[in-house]
């Protein structure tokens, strides 16, 4: 089955920016809707971004206009660009295959171990 792996976390100031990215193997994703979710201490995964197979993306409010996601299929990828970021964008950031319609969790099949963001002030 497909392995996903995140890579891009790490500290940044208030407005700054960082890139995400994830990469699979195992199986090629491009026939497969994507997403990405983040998870704070004390709170529930939630949903952040979400591409599908033809390139149309989705966000969720707290995003929109911040963040972008992107998949580059020749490289087995998807990525998430984040500016203007505060603390209170600071989680755990996951990528995700999805299996069925919905951005909630229990509609991903395959998740990545997650990296660490943390935004300061």
């Known amino acids: 089955q497909v392995r996903l792996v995140e890579s891009g976390g790490g500290l940044v100031q208030a407005g700054g920016s960082l890139r995400l990215s994830c990469a699979a193997s195992?199986?090629?994703?491009?026939?497969?809707?994507l997403g990405w979710f983040r998870q704070a201490p004390g709170k529930e995964r939630e949903f952040v971004a979400t591409i599908s197979q033809t390139g149309r993306t989705g966000y969720a409010d707290s995003v929109k206009g911040r963040f972008t996601i992107s998949r580059d299929n020749a490289k087995n990828t998807v990525y998430l660009q984040m500016n203007s970021l505060t603390p209170e964008d600071t989680a755990v950031y996951y990528c995700?295959?999805?299996?069925?319609?919905?951005?909630?969790?229990?509609?991903?099949?395959?998740w990545g171990q997650g990296t660490q963001v943390t935004v300061s002030s």
């Open positions: 995700a295959r999805a299996a069925g319609a919905s951005n909630t969790p229990l509609d991903y099949d395959s």
């Open positions: 195992g199986r090629t994703l491009s026939t497969y809707r």
